[in-house]
Nanobody
Framework: VQLVESGGGLVQPGGSLRLSCAAS????????MSWVRQAPGKGLEYVSS????????HYADFVKGRFTISRDNAKNTLYLQMNSLTPEDTALYYC??????????WGQGTQVTGSA
C-alpha cells in the first residue's frame, strides 16, 4: 500500500490550493479516506473524510465551507480543495486510509504554508 500526497506550497491569506493523494497497492474504491493535518509543534488534527463511493463527506468545524474533499476512484486519487486559506492552516497534510475505526496507512505528507 502506498499513499503519495502532492500539491502543497506557500499561499497568501485568502488563497487556494488543491492537494492530491495518489493511492496504489490496494483496491482504492473500497476504503473510506481521510485528510489529517499536523501544525508545527501540535498534534494530529482531523480535517475531512469521504466514504468509498465519494457520496458522503465529513469535515472538521474549522474547515466547513472552505475545504472540499473528493475522490476519483477511476484514478485512485483523493483530493482536498482548500479555499480561503489562513496562516492558521499551516500544517503538514496527510492522507490516510480508513480501516474500520483506525487509520492503517498514511502518506508522507505535503506541506501547506499560509503566509502572514
Amino acid at each position: 500500500v502506498q499513499l503519495v500526497e502532492s500539491g502543497g506550497g506557500l499561499v497568501q491569506p485568502g488563497g487556494s490550493l488543491r492537494l492530491s493523494c495518489a493511492a496504489s497497492g490496494f483496491i482504492f474504491s473500497i476504503n473510506a479516506m481521510s485528510w489529517v493535518r499536523q501544525a508545527p509543534g501540535k498534534g494530529l488534527e482531523y480535517v475531512s473524510s469521504i466514504n468509498p463511493a465519494g457520496s458522503t463527506a465529513h469535515y472538521a468545524d474549522f474547515v466547513k465551507g472552505r475545504f472540499t474533499i473528493s475522490r476519483d476512484n477511476a484514478k485512485n486519487t483523493l483530493y482536498l480543495q482548500m479555499n480561503s486559506l489562513t496562516p492558521e492552516d499551516t500544517a503538514l497534510y496527510y492522507c490516510a486510509r480508513e480501516n474500520g475505526y483506525i487509520y492503517d496507512y498514511w502518506g508522507q505528507g505535503t506541506q501547506v504554508t499560509g503566509s502572514a
